[in-house]
Nanobody, 116 residues
Framework: VQLQASGGGLVQAGESLRLSCAAS???????????LAWYRQAPGKERELVAVIYSGGTTNYADSVKGRFTISKDNAKRTVSLQMNSLKAEDTAVYYC????????WGQGTQVTVSS
C-alpha cells in the first residue's frame, strides 16, 4: 500500500490550501472500512492529529483547526482530502495522511508553510 500526499505549498496567512492523499495497492473494502486521518508535525514538536474521518463518515478535528479545516473522502477513488481555510502561521508543518485499518499506513508527508 502506498499513500501519495499532494497539495502542500507556501501561502500567506488567511489563504487556503487543499491537501489530497491517494491510496494505491489497497482494495476498496479495506479502504472504505478504515479510518482516515491527517496528522501534522511542526519543527521541534510531536506529530499531532489534525482531523479524522471514520469509516462511517463521522469526523473529528483538533480544537485548533475546528471551523477552518474540513476532511473528506472518496472511497471509490481511494482518496482522503483536507480543505484548509483561513490558514495561520501556526498551521505550518509537514502534513501526513494516515489510513488506519487492520494495518496502519502513512504517506510521505507534504510541507505546508504559512507566512504571517
Amino acid at each position: 500500500v502506498q499513500l501519495q500526499a499532494s497539495g502542500g505549498g507556501l501561502v500567506q496567512a488567511g489563504e487556503s490550501l487543499r491537501l489530497s492523499c491517494a491510496a494505491s495497492g489497497i482494495i476498496l473494502s479495506v479502504f472504505s472500512s478504515s479510518n482516515l486521518a491527517w496528522y501534522r508535525q511542526a519543527p521541534g514538536k510531536e506529530r499531532e492529529l489534525v482531523a479524522v474521518i471514520y469509516s462511517g463518515g463521522t469526523t473529528n478535528y483538533a480544537d485548533s483547526v475546528k471551523g477552518r479545516f474540513t476532511i473528506s473522502k472518496d472511497n471509490a477513488k481511494r482518496t482522503v482530502s483536507l480543505q484548509m481555510n483561513s490558514l495561520k502561521a501556526e498551521d505550518t508543518a509537514v502534513y501526513y495522511c494516515n489510513v488506519n485499518g487492520l494495518t496502519d499506513y502513512w504517506g510521505q508527508g507534504t510541507q505546508v508553510t504559512v507566512s504571517s
